[in-house]
């Protein structure tokens, strides 16, 4: 079973412009979103997926200074296809999809929704930002098949910029596997890298935790969170 975690990524981010090579601890954020993907059982291979282009060079170079991991291209906008290029070069069976603005993403986590996909025996499934845990832990997975009919079939700039959008539309045909925390309402929690202030809330968190634990994940963010929780205001 060829489980590959694609990571999109890129180097021109609007709010944020080269986030994904701004220090945390030390290693540039993307560096962290890799390690933690590697921390997971059941992910056989890691990937990172970015537009063309000269723009994106910095970040292309050091990706490929990382071990065993695949630098893939595709259309700044149209993501959809970005990922089904990805999965094409890596073979992928199952896609593990993660975002490169959740640097601090428990590696748990993903497999606990990783797990709930391939009970569920489903198309995809998704923990998304409604689910009840820390916001900056998103991720989905989906059958490889599937997401090469979403590439095939998908036409609207909607469907093209969102992965998921065109299996979203289609329940009957797409089983989706929704993963939630149980009796959770949404977290008011937030750990994206967005803005220049969510990076500097980030340093804070990665420097009290970081040391400790250098994948810290659910229970340790909920901790300094007691105490800090100016670091994870929305």
Known sequence: MNTVAIIQARHTSTRLPGKMLLPLAGLPVITHIVNRARAVPGIDRICVSIPEGEHQAPLADYIATLDDVHLSRGPEEDLLH???????????????????DCPAIDPDLIGVMLDAFRTADADWAYLSDQSGYPLGNECQAIRRAVLDAAAAEATTATELEAVHAYLARDP?????????????EPSGLQMLLDTGNDYRKLSEIFAALYTSDPLFGLALTEALAETRPELFRL
């Open 172 to 184: 009957e045909r797409f089983k989706k596997c929704t993963v939630k925390r149980p009796g959770a």
């Open 82 to 100: 970005r990922f089904a290029i990805a999965a094409r070069e890596t073979n992928a069976r199952t896609i593990v999809r993660l975002w490169g």
